[in-house]
């Protein structure tokens, strides 16, 4: 009977603690680990302005990843990934002005602002948003879906989330990104805001971009599938 008492207490607090706690949890390979003293992230490279120092840009400091913003470009994984369950924790610092992020996804081509890629979005206010960079393909229902040609960044795809589910500024959101063959999920806070289907499927890294504005990220980890 106690055992019992007990399980049901357990119950209780992960239902009224939210799907977050429950569901959503995925235990997978950590991909933020040390910071070497010439300012490389061990497992990642960087592309931006060459005469930059990776480290003035990304400061991993007590498992909190800070990224200035500026020069704009991005931080990427060593290994490519195809088929994958990522989590990560974001959010944008206290005190700081809402701004632009993003988590690119099978990059390829060449590097550039910004490469062939699918973008789990993290500007303010359209959290969860996907954008299908340089020609990348994607699909979704048509009345969220826009394409457009950019004379700068080429053709672009956006599907638009279904839901806000961000919490207050300031505060950790929890992005987990399923991506398997042809259709990509993605869930904040436990709850699911957007879904694409036909993407293309490529092996490449998994990048996180610096767009002009401060954002941290904790506690990144990737299961393979």
């Given at each position: ?59 991993l400091a007590d498992g909190v990843l800070s990224c200035k913003g500026l020069p704009k470009g991005y931080l ?132 996180l971009t610096a767009e002009g504005d401060v954002i941290q990220f904790r506690k990144i980890q990737i299961t393979?599938?």
């Open positions: 009977m106690r055992w019992n008492l007990m399980a049901t207490a357990s119950m209780i607090v992960l239902f009224l603690s939210g799907p977050s706690l429950a569901a959503d949890r995925v235990e997978g390979t950590p991909l933020l680990t040390a910071q070497a003293e010439d300012g490389m992230i061990a497992g990642w490279k960087s592309f931006h302005d060459p005469l930059i120092k990776t480290g003035e840009v990304w400061k990427y994984t060593e290994k490519a990934y195809t088929d994958f369950v990522l989590v990560l924790e974001w959010r944008i610092p206290p005190g700081t002005k809402p701004g632009n992020g993003g988590v690119l996804l099978r990059m390829s081509g060449k590097d550039g602002i910004w490469p062939k890629s699918l973008e789990a979005q993290l500007n303010a206010g359209s959290e969860g948003d996907f954008w299908g960079l340089d020609g990348y393909e994607l699909s979704g229902l048509a009345e969220r879906l826009k394409r457009v040609q950019h004379e700068q960044f080429g053709k672009l795809t956006n599907l638009q989330r279904i839901k806000c589910a961000v919490h207050k500024p300031g505060e950790w959101n929890r992005y987990k990104i399923t991506a398997i063959g042809g259709t990509v999920t993605l869930t904040i806070n436990g709850q699911e805001v957007n879904q694409a289907t036909g993407c293309d499927i490529i092996a490449g890294p998994i990048s393979e599938r």
